[in-house]
C-alpha cells in the first residue's frame, strides 16, 4: 500500500457531516425520507436506493481502489451475483478459475444449470484456458484456497481482445496490497466481510467500477435486485477500513512467521504461499502485489483421523469460515468453504482431503506458532 492509500483508508469518511461538524460521520438509520414538496424528493427517498451512510463507505471504497464508482451490497456473494445479473444475459459465457471460492462456483454452476448463463471453468494459469469466447472473465488471485497466482494485467488484455469484461475478486488481498483496476480490469469485487472490516461482524458486499457509467448501472441494479448494504453495516465498514493498514501489516507478519515454521515441519506435506520463491506464482506476486498477504494453506501429512486430533488441539486458531479478522481462524476447504463443490471438481483443483487453510490474525506470533506445534504434537498420539 503507498503512503497515500494508507491515509486515504485512515481517513476513510471523516469529517463529512456538515450538519454538527462530526469528525466521524453518523450512521442516518432512517428508512425513508420527507419529500419538499409534490414530486420533489431530497437526495435520497428511500434507503434502499441510498443511504447517506452508506453513500460514505462507497466513496471510500472507490478511492481506495482507484475507480471512478463503488456500490456496497449486503454481501460478498451478492456482489458477484449483482456483476452477472448485469453483464451477462441467457447464452453468454462466463469465465471462471476451476480453484475459486466455492460459493461462487456453486453460484456459477447452479445458475448456469437454470440458463441464466453459461460458464467454463478454467485453469487460468494456462494462457490458452481463455481462448474460448467469453463476454465476461473472473479472476481469483491469489486464489481461494490454494494461493494460486495469475497476471491480472495479461489475462485482462486477453479477454479485452476477445470482447469480454474483467472482474477481479480482490478480497484476499483488498486495496492495501493489490490495486486491480491499475493492472487492467474493469471491475473489482469484494467481501467487505472480510479483510476490509477486518472484525468479523460485518457481512457485507462491494463492486467498484472503472468507469463512471458502469459504477452507475450498478447502482440502478443494486437498488433493483434489492441487495444494497445497510445503514449500519456501512459504519461499521467505515471504522474496520480506517485501520486496515496496519492491520494488514501485523497479519503478514505474522504470517510470514508461521510460514517459516511450516516450511520445516515434518508433519506439513505441503504448503501453499506466494511468498515462497518456489512456489509457481511467486515471480507474477511480486510483480501485481505489494505484498504477500497473510493467508496460507497446508496440507496435513496424515489421515481423517490426524486432521481431527489436529484441529481438536488447537487452542488460539478457531476452526471457522471466512478469513481476514483480528483474529486466527483455521478451516478444512472439503467441507467447509468448498464443501459445495462436487469431490471430482475439488479434484481438478487440488483441493485434497487434508488440506487446511489458514487466516492470521494479529496475535503474537511465537503463540500462534507455539499453539500449532503442540496441537502437530497432539495429532501424532495414539
Not at 475507480?67 to 451490497?73: E, H, R, S
Not at 475459486?100 to 494456462?126: I, P
Not at 506439513?268 to 494453506?297: D, T, W
Request: proline share 4%; hydrophobic share 40%.
Amino acid at each position: 500500500m503507498t503512503r497515500k492509500q494508507a491515509t486515504i483508508a485512515v481517513r476513510s469518511g471523516l469529517n463529512n457531516d456538515e450538519q454538527f461538524g462530526c469528525v466521524v460521520p453518523p450512521i442516518t438509520l432512517s428508512s425513508t425520507y420527507n419529500f419538499t414538496d409534490f414530486n420533489q424528493p431530497r437526495a435520497h427517498d428511500y434507503s434502499r436506493r441510498g443511504n447517506p451512510t452508506r453513500d460514505v463507505v462507497q466513496r471510500a471504497l472507490a478511492e481506495l481502489e482507484g475507480g471512478a464508482g463503488a456500490v456496497m451490497t449486503s454481501s460478498g456473494m451478492s456482489a458477484i451475483h449483482l456483476v452477472c445479473t448485469v453483464f451477462l444475459k441467457p447464452g453468454d459465457l462466463l469465465v471462471a478459475p476451476h480453484d475459486c471460492y466455492g460459493g461462487s462456483y456453486r453460484l456459477f454452476e447452479s445458475q448456469s444449470r437454470r440458463g441464466a448463463y453459461r460458464v467454463q471453468f478454467v485453469d487460468q494459469a494456462n494462457p490458452q484456458a481463455l481462448a474460448a469466447k467469453s463476454k465476461l472473465v473472473l479472476i481469483e488471485t491469489p486464489s481461494n484456497p490454494l494461493l494460486r497466482v495469475v497476471d491480472i494485467a495479461a489475462i485482462c488484455r486477453d479477454a479485452h481482445q476477445a470482447g469480454a469484461l474483467c472482474v477481479v475478486d480482490n478480497t484476499f488481498m483488498s486495496p492495501a496490497l493489490q490495486q486491480p483496476l491499475a493492472l487492467g480490469a474493469d471491475l473489482v469485487v469484494h467481501s467487505c466481510t472480510k479483510y476490509l472490516n477486518g472484525h468479523s461482524d460485518v457481512v457485507a458486499g462491494a463492486v467498484i467500477a472503472n468507469e463512471a457509467d458502469v459504477a452507475t448501472e450498478l447502482a440502478w441494479w443494486d437498488n433493483n435486485i434489492g441487495v444494497t448494504g445497510s445503514a449500519f453495516d456501512s459504519y461499521l465498514l467505515l471504522r474496520g477500513i480506517r485501520t486496515l493498514t496496519p492491520r494488514i501489516r501485523q497479519q503478514q507478519s505474522n504470517a510470514q512467521a508461521i510460514v517459516a515454521y511450516l516450511q520445516q515441519h515434518p508433519q506439513v506435506k505441503k504448503l501453499y504461499y506466494p511468498g515462497l520463491p518456489e512456489n509457481p506464482g511467486h515471480a507474477i506476486a511480486c510483480r501485481q502485489q505489494s505484498g504477500f498477504g497473510a493467508m496460507l494453506s497446508f496440507e496435513l501429512d496424515g489421515d481423517e483421523t490426524t486432521l481431527r486430533r489436529f484441529l481438536a488441539a488447537l487452542e488460539l486458531f478457531t476452526l471457522a469460515e471466512s478469513l481476514g479478522g483480528v483474529e486466527s481462524l483455521i478451516s478444512h476447504a472439503a467441507t467447509m468453504t468448498h464443501a459445495g463443490m462436487a469431490a471430482e471438481a475439488r479434484v481438478r483443483a487440488g483441493i485434497g482431503e487434508t488440506l487446511l487453510r489458514v487466516s492470521v490474525g494479529i496475535e503474537e506470533s511465537e503463540d500462534l506458532i507455539a499453539d500449532l506445534e503442540q496441537a502437530f504434537q497432539a495429532a501424532l498420539q495414539r
